[in-house]
């Protein structure tokens, strides 16, 4: 019995331990939740303080608290950029705010169309004569498009800016697939088409280089247009066509070069910079610090002014991100997560809904089952009208072939109405370590489609058939919407990708707006007169545990938490090239169904994790074994 008492003594420690221990975790998550929860008895006299580390995004993704707290890194902040111009837009009226900061020292980019979004609403709060300032380290062209619209424009001395332009390399494995003895099949609709060439190609084709030839073209020529307009002194024509000689003229000093050709109004550190903004917002009676200033953050800011409920709702639905199979997201367009979101709401007595479209598309069935969710309320004869964000090409553009009225911008890129299949099998390299792979059919489709043994040429045959008629599918879409015939629109199709300009001439989309125009238009043909109705964002997080996550996991692994020199870009980029190939190898690997896709289409790939290389590996080696 002593024996056994003692053991029974042990267990019933451990079991005190165990709970001591949990009941510490559980209120030390409870503290830093309640800490990280937005304050907004934290809005004070002073400025509006707007850190723009990370990304702007339509949609914040979710964050897997158990990945991340296992991979110990904090994930990417991410900006919705419908908060950062409502708190805008709020400050320019708020008797509270004396000016507005925006620290864009870790910042790291955004799509066009909300970057213009966010410098028009800057642009407001300059009209009510309180100052926007700007400050970072280096400037690039996303950081450039923002600061443009700012009243001044700080760098640090030993920082700079430096204006690129779009374009870039898209990387092709055709070489590599050959060496690997591995099949990539293709199967395809669309001339232009391009997201199937890294798999079939050693190079872009001449279709792919005109088609993106003249879709950056008119992007950059958006982006200047915007850019000078906001700030007619900047010396752009110097800066992007004779960068060397401008920059060898300040004797390789980017700070230097920046302020001799308008980029930037000023040279300081942040103690100089603070206390520029002090003398307008007011010396900081909580802080003794050096630079210091009166100020209030974004997020206690808006809870503090959260928009009225006021009236009518109408629903707002967010396809964001690549389209896939099943429940994934926010940040991610999961097909059947959104569709269940619209057929919850079509319970509630909406005036109507607005589809927001930011996805350079992806599978063809979720398309389909949110386009079919979607039509469900056109049956209701309830107004739908669709706003094109940054990207709405492919499968974005797919759901949108059911509304009463699309709007995009002239920087929207869509269209790439097409469509492709890419099946890898490994008959070659399966022969080349000595499998061989053999048995009996009662039908020529017996075991097809077979990866190692390789496909029947009767298979193959209707694999291309099955997709050409998917694509007829897509064009008798777009012809029933857009009041075309299918011959009209397969000649705008074939997978062309077009600015929102081309886009709106061409008749794909119906009038220039954001996401305010499609909402008025909405209200507007359910009678319904301004203060009579409120958005309503379907399956908006309420609960974000982002900042809580921040603080239990460490962050040097975070772009946003980096310098932001010439160099660190350079390291940054590197890592979006790791994340790229994964994401490419991925989509070759993976089980997927017929995609409409468009490789064109800019994406926001974060950097590769400190797992990547390692992931990378893996990836490579599913080609080798499956």
Not at 199 to 224: F, P, T, V
Request: aromatic share 8%.
């Amino acid at each position: 019995m002593s024996f056994v008492g003692k053991v029974w003594k042990i267990l019933v420690g451990i079991k005190d331990g165990l709970v001591l221990v949990f009941m510490l975790l559980f209120f030390l998550a409870l503290f830093s939740l309640l800490s990280a929860t937005p304050n907004p008895g934290q809005v004070r006299d002073g400025a509006l303080y707007i850190d723009m580390s990370g990304y702007v995004v339509e949609e914040r993704s979710q964050v897997d608290p158990i990945a991340t707290l296992l991979s110990g890194q904090a994930p990417p902040v991410e900006h919705q950029a419908r908060d950062l111009v409502r708190a805008l837009d709020t400050a320019a009226s708020d008797e509270r705010i004396k000016a507005v900061v925006m620290d864009m020292t870790t910042f790291v980019g955004g799509g066009q169309v909300h970057l213009q979004e966010i410098g028009e609403a800057m642009e407001r709060v300059r009209k009510t004569e309180k100052p926007v300032f700007t400050y970072a380290l280096a400037y690039g062209d996303d950081h450039m498009h923002l600061a443009a619209h700012a009243s001044e424009v700080w760098a640090d001395p030993l920082g700079g800016a430096l204006i690129a332009g779009p374009g870039g390399s898209n990387l092709y494995y055709a070489d590599l697939l050959e060496r690997l003895s591995i099949k990539a099949r293709i199967y395809k609709v669309g001339t232009f088409k391009a997201a199937v060439e890294p798999y079939s190609r050693s190079s872009m084709s001449d279709e792919a280089r005109e088609n993106i030839g003249a879709l950056y073209g008119a992007l950059w020529e958006e982006w200047q247009a915007n850019v000078k307009k906001a700030r007619p002194a900047m010396e752009l024509e110097r800066v992007t066509k004779d960068s060397v000689a401008w920059i060898e003229e300040s004797s390789g000093d980017l700070a230097k070069a920046a302020l001799a050709a308008g980029l930037v109004d000023k040279l300081g550190d942040n103690v100089e910079f603070g206390n520029r903004v002090a003398k307008i917002a007011g010396e900081d009676d909580w802080s003794n610090a050096p630079g210091s200033y009166a100020k209030s953050d974004l997020a206690p800011f808006l809870a503090d002014t959260a928009p009225s409920k006021n009236g009518k709702g109408i629903a707002v639905i967010t396809v964001a991100g690549t389209i896939v199979d099943g429940e994934a997201g926010p940040g991610t367009a999961g097909g059947t997560r959104i569709a269940s979101l619209l057929d919850e709401a079509l319970e509630d007595d909406h005036a109507g809904l607005v589809v927001r479209v930011n996805s350079p598309g992806g599978s063809v069935l979720a398309s389909e089952e949110i386009l079919r969710a979607i039509d469900r309320y056109r049956k209701k004869d309830i107004p739908v009208a669709v706003s094109f964000a940054n990207v709405a090409a492919s499968g974005g553009y797919w759901v949108a072939t059911s509304s009463d009225r699309i709007f995009a911008q002239p920087e929207t890129i869509t269209g790439s109405i097409g469509v492709f299949a890419v099946l890898p099998t490994f008959e070659d390299a399966a022969r080349e370590i000595g499998v061989n792979a053999d048995g009996f059919r009662t039908t020529p489709l017996s075991g097809q489609p077979d990866i190692i043994a390789g496909l029947s040429p009767e298979v193959d045959t209707i694999l291309q058939a099955t997709i050409t008629d998917t694509y007829s599918d897509f064009l008798e879409r777009v012809s029933k919407a857009r009041g075309k015939t299918a011959e009209e629109v397969d000649t705008i199709a074939q997978g062309r990708v077009w600015d929102g300009g081309s886009a709106r001439q061409l008749g794909l989309v119906d009038q220039f707006g954001g996401l305010d125009d499609a909402l008025a238009w909405v209200a507007g043909k359910a009678e319904l007169e301004d203060g009579e109705w409120h958005p309503i964002f379907l399956g908006e997080q309420v609960a974000n545990y982002n900042s809580l996550i921040r603080q239990l996991v460490s962050a040097d692994a975070a772009p946003e938490g980096r310098s932001a020199d010439l160099f660190a870009r350079a390291a940054i980029n590197r890592e979006l090239m790791l994340s790229r190939i994964a994401f490419d190898v991925q989509r070759l690997t993976d089980a997927r169904g017929i995609q409409a896709y468009c490789l064109e289409c800019p994406t926001q790939l974060r950097p590769a994790s400190r797992q990547s290389a390692s992931s990378l590996i893996e990836a490579f080696r599913a080609l080798t074994v499956k």
